[in-house]
């Protein structure tokens, strides 16, 4: 069955940068692209942008441009999301989901503490 | 951006009764080939958002048929009849027309 297993929590300073994974499995990986999306505590969700894992083809939310870098590993059917000059604004959960929404990850908890 | 604006429900909902969702949208979700571009989500406490109805009215697989989904071009309902435990979660509207994707606040459902 298709499932998309994300990367565990992350604890990161301010102004570092995280990385996180999401694997694909059960589906032909460049069939579908994948979406990223932001959710801050407790608050409504936010579209960062899609990758085409066939292409390398991107599409970014303008407000998430200079923050999310999304690339994919092929071989090993994951997709990756980094964002970087983390500040508190970022601790978020983060999930991604497969091209039609109907498959998503668990999500990821990102935490940015001193 | 087009933004999605979602109405409250009037908290706690009797098991087994009907509540109905809505969602506006800022602009026309509706296409050309006569389609709504509408999702509907369900996310339960602690889970990731499930995708309940597409194309504002096709229910997802493994869907139950109390969800249904209506509307125009601009204003939308998610009906859920016979409210059960089961239900209770935010829902989300979400509109894939445009890039960015956008969702609604979320509409809470507690019974």
């Known amino acids: 069955q298709v499932k998309l297993l994300q990367s565990g929590a992350a604890l990161v300073k301010p102004g570092d940068s995280v990385k996180m994974s999401c694997k694909a499995s059960?589906?032909?990986?460049?069939?579908?692209?994948i979406h990223w999306v932001k959710q801050s505590h407790g608050k409504s969700l936010e579209w960062i942008g899609y990758?085409?894992?066939?292409?390398?083809?991107?599409n970014y939310n303008e407000k998430f441009k200079s923050k999310a870098t999304l690339t994919v590993d092929k071989s090993s059917s994951t997709a990756y999301m980094e964002f970087s000059r983390l500040t508190s604004e970022d601790s978020a959960i983060y999930y991604c989901?497969?091209?039609?929404?109907?498959?998503w990850g668990q999500g990821v908890m990102v935490t940015v503490s001193s | 951006d087009i933004v999605m604006t979602q109405g409250a429900l009037p908290n706690p909902v009797p098991s087994g009764e009907s509540a109905s969702i809505t969602c506006q949208s800022s602009?026309?979700?509706?296409?050309?080939?006569?389609?709504?571009?509408l999702n509907w989500f369900l996310q339960r406490p602690g889970q990731s958002p499930q995708l309940l109805i597409y194309?504002?009215?096709t229910r997802a697989s493994g869907v139950s048929d109390r969800f249904s989904g209506s509307g125009s071009g601009t204003d939308f309902t998610l009906k859920i009849s016979s409210v059960e435990a089961e239900d209770v979660g935010v829902y989300y509207c979400?509109?894939?027309?445009?890039?960015?994707?956008?969702f609604g606040s979320g509409t809470k459902l507690e019974i």
């Open positions: 989901a497969r091209g039609n929404w109907g498959y």
């Open positions: 059960g589906y032909t990986f460049t069939d579908y692209i």
């Open positions: 990758i085409n894992p066939y292409s390398g083809d991107t």
């Open positions: 602009k026309s979700l509706l296409h050309s080939n006569g389609k709504a571009y």
């Open positions: 194309w504002m009215s």
């Open positions: 979400q509109q894939f027309l445009e890039w960015p994707r956008t």
